[in-house]
């Protein structure tokens, strides 16, 4: 693999560029900053916090954790002082996340009608109600564990809600133990509704399980005095390190692995703001965390959970009103193989239906002309009819061959379990290539037409789940071009044979030819603004921290080139330095839905030739241009591009409403014009228009 940087580059002034982590955190407050928002549905504006606290969650098991490891190795760059910035930038956000969370949402929440009942506000039938659902349906599965040497300090695994209990008086056996340690099996819901007849009539009540358990604890410890006490939850670090050379069978090395992976090395420990700091240092100890690891909430430790409390309640007024993707207009409900041998089709999913996709597979299952399918699997959730239906071609006597990653972090068991049933029917299923996750979408259909074979095949921006498919923007493409098809299954035999690489003629790869194809374009654009010609470069992806595309980046901007980024997560590179990089701007979408499709655009003269857009499923990160298998591929036809750039960067770079622009120093400051018009919001207009 060449990743060779033009001479150029390397001789440019240096930029210093932003911290990753840092990043990563300010889109967190991009996302946090959606529950402040007046013109957002009030249940709505409580999941964007429960959003962040996942956000968070994963930044510390995998991100955190990974830094914490590289300061241990030289020459990394990161050192104490970044990790303590780092640190205090999460304790800052954590704190604001609270601050919305009691002194905005949950009084407008109250003002509703929708109660989250503390002990001390439920009146007498409810917490005797309480008390009966804590001796029924709690109090059975909790097991207190009294500390002594005889009953160690138990294995906390990640995530889970646990108490800390500082214990008066003597035990059974007349000894002074007095920490205890309660931990609360993931069974038992988080929320629990109080029943209609315990409410005023126009309101909704709702009981946390920390709250249940808190004003019960003295009914697990009979004889002892309860002195103090704190709900705790630990993260760990949670990323799956398997060493591909020196095993024999990487799915059992992963099953196997994934038994340990709740019980990794300990990163954060979140406490409630009342906790003694006896038993935080106590805690600290016990875990080998740094105080600065502590984070001290005022509220629920784990506010993830309080999705819960949005699922349940009754109030379709406060939530986001019901979209329903549309099916192109320009498509057939059925008979999808005749329409591709004439004509490509983009899907801009969610404001149009990903059931076309499922359509195409489903039509490629039961047709008897249909040979072969060909698939990657990334993410495709526990529970997927597309999973299903690769089984069911399987049945009909079809060649299945399915590419799993297994490394798909969080998805590694659901991948398993289908790549497990998927051979049981005999079906052949590879996983992809020892070092690199296979991260491209991909599907191909292989037909007998007559005396000729004909391929039919799907690229995606984004995974094949129906599910998320609703949840994030994504673009899809199926096509019939004979190149275009010859590409992709020269993709599907180099990860089943592993072969050597043959060249492909339209689709560009990682970790083989997408970077050098990006710098090659960044570079052309340069050398036409060197030349006088207009130059002009559009990306848009999730997230922008890849050292040689950012520095390319600043050079072409150096050379005249003007350049937009729209990168919805972390970039590292600062805009509007003056002589440096005022000709870059950078801006940032948060809406309804997660912004996730990939957009690389182009041009390098007037002339239609002298433009290129390319989809992608690969952010502009090291790991996806070194360490994954990515696929990039150009869309050729006029106005297919036309209409990438009509609905995928116009509305972005015009959005006023959702929209926030990246400052030079890392900070971001939101673009909200009055009357400005949101991007996503136009184009589920304009699509339930066009159904």
């Known amino acids: 693999m060449n990743n060779t940087i033009p001479t150029q580059v390397l001789d440019q002034p240096r930029v210093k560029l932003l911290g990753r ?47 914490i490891e590289a300061s241990r190795t030289p020459g990394t760059g990161i050192n104490a002082a970044y990790i303590t910035e780092v640190s205090r930038e999460s304790h800052r956000l954590v704190e604001e996340q609270y601050q919305i969370f009691n002194e905005v949402v949950t009084p407008k929440l109250h003002d ?132 591909e050379d020196d095993v024999t069978d990487l799915r059992e090395a992963l099953r196997s692995k994934m038994s340990t992976r709740q019980f990794g090395q300990s990163v954060r420990l979140e ?37 819960q409390l949005i699922d349940q309640a009754d109030a379709d007024a406060l939530r986001f009103a019901p979209y329903e993707p549309a099916w192109p207009a320009e498509l057939p409900q059925q008979g999808l193989f005749e329409h591709l041998r004439h004509h490509d089709c983009l899907l801009h999913h969610p404001f149009q239906s990903f059931d076309v996709v ?68 005999g079906a052949q299923v590879v996983y992809g290539i020892v070092g690199l996750k296979t991260h491209a979408k991909m599907m191909l259909v292989t037909r007998r037409e007559g005396a000729r074979l004909r391929r039919y095949a799907h690229l995606s921006t984004g995974n094949y789940n129906p599910k998320t498919s609703r949840l994030y923007t994504d673009v899809g493409f199926l096509t019939s071009q004979p190149d275009m098809t010859a590409d992709v299954d020269r993709v599907f035999q180099q990860l089943s044979s592993l072969t050597q690489m043959k060249s492909t003629r339209l689709l560009q790869l990682a970790p083989f030819s997408l970077q050098d194809q990006m710098l090659r374009l960044m570079a052309r654009c340069a050398d036409a603004a060197r030349a006088g010609r207009p130059a002009r470069i559009v990306v848009k992806c ?36 003056e002589g440096l990089t005022d000709r870059i701007r950078v801006r940032s979408v948060v809406g309804r839905m997660l912004e996730h499709t990939r957009v690389l655009y182009f041009r390098w003269g007037n002339d239609d030739y002298e433009e290129a857009l390319y989809l992608s499923s690969a952010d502009w990160m090291n790991r996806n241009m070194t360490r994954r298998i990515e696929a990039a591929w150009p869309v050729r036809d006029p106005a297919l591009r036309q209409r990438v750039i009509d609905e995928c960067l116009v509305p972005y770079l015009l959005d006023g409403r959702d929209a926030w622009r990246q400052l030079s120093d890392g900070r971001y400051e939101r673009i909200n014009e009055p009357g400005g018009h949101s991007a996503q919001r136009a184009l589920m207009a304009r699509h339930r228009g066009q159904a």
Not at 21 to 42: G, K, S, W
Not at 274 to 282: K, T, V
Not at 368 to 388: F, N, W
């Open 112 to 243: 509703a009608g929708i109660l989250i009942l503390n002990h001390a506000d439920r009146n007498a039938n409810q917490r005797e109600w309480v008390a009966d659902f804590f001796r029924r349906q709690v109090r059975p599965l909790l097991v207190p564990i009294g500390l002594d040497p005889a009953h160690p300090f138990p294995q906390v695994a990640n995530k889970t809600l646990n108490f800390i209990v500082r214990l008066g008086g003597m035990d059974a056996f007349g000894r002074d133990n007095d920490i205890a340690i309660v931990r609360i099996p993931r069974v038992l819901p988080r929320v629990i509704a109080l029943p209609k007849t315990l409410m005023p009539e126009g309101q909704q009540g709702f009981v946390l399980l920390s709250s249940v358990i808190r004003a019960h604890l003295d009914e697990l410890f009979p004889g002892r005095e309860i002195k103090a006490f704190s709900q705790f939850r630990l993260t760990r670090d949670s990323d799956l390190e398997v060493d």
């Open 358 to 425: 499922v359509q195409f597979l489903r039509e490629a299952v039961y047709d008897p002309d249909v040979l072969a399918i060909k698939q990657t699997i990334y993410r495709t959730g526990s529970e997927s009819v597309l999973m299903e239906l690769l089984l069911e071609a399987v049945r009909r006597g079809k060649e299945v061959l399915a590419v799993v990653e297994l490394k798909a972090r969080f998805d590694e068991e659901a991948n398993i379990n289908w790549a497990e049933r998927l051979e049981a029917l």
């Open 21 to 67: 982590e840092q990043a990563i955190l300010e889109f967190n407050r991009r996302v946090l900053a959606q529950a402040q928002r007046e013109d957002v549905p009030l249940l709505e504006r409580l999941r964007y916090i429960c959003i962040v606290s996942s956000n968070l969650d994963e930044f510390f098991e995998v991100r955190y954790a990974d830094v």
């Open 271 to 307: 406490v409630v703001r009342s906790c003694p700091a006896d038993l935080s240092d106590f805690l600290l100890e016990q875990f080998s965390l740094p105080p600065q690891a502590l984070f001290m909430v005022n509220g629920p430790v784990n506010l993830v959970r309080l999705t």
């Open 542 to 577: 999730n997230a922008l921290t890849d050292e040689p595309l950012v520095r390319a980046l600043i050079e072409a901007g150096q050379a005249g080139v003007d350049i937009d980024l729209i990168i919805r997560g972390a970039c590292i590179l600062p805009p509007g330095l």
